[in-house]
């Protein structure tokens, strides 16, 4: 009876997190692709076709993307390092998480 007791509390937490969708490579790159996202509070970022990235969060700077397998992956200069991301979909909002479980969503701006 515990362990069902368990499952109930657990089970909002869990359809909640059905809610957003793992994309694949192809998903990541139809999704980005000349879009801009609302981060909130006056930050966002645009995925340009020539795979350019612009993030704005009260100063502008500029880096690369790409897609490689099932992940979306950022360059940001002076740093020659790229960290990739899994990306979820749910309705008009995008979530990267990076490989400890922390993400970051943003939503298409309009």
């Known amino acids: 009876m515990r362990r069902f007791a368990l499952i109930l509390a657990l089970l909002p937490g869990i359809l909640a997190a059905e ?4 994309l694949t490579g192809d998903e990541i ?10 981060y909130g509070d006056g930050v966002w970022q645009t995925f340009d076709e020539n795979m350019l990235t612009q993030y704005f969060s009260g100063r502008a700077s500029s880096g690369r993307w790409a897609v490689r ?7 940001w200069p002076p740093s020659d390092l ?3 991301y ?4 749910s309705g008009d909002t ?17």
């Open 19 to 22: 809610d957003f969708r793992a």
């Open 29 to 38: 790159l139809d999704a980005l692709t000349g879009q801009k996202l609302d």
């Open 69 to 75: 397998g099932d992940r979306y992956c950022s360059l």
């Open 82 to 84: 790229w960290a990739c």
């Open 86 to 89: 899994g990306v979820l979909l």
């Open 94 to 110: 995008i979530r990267f998480v990076d490989d400890t479980g922390g993400f970051t969503d943003g939503a298409f701006a309009q």
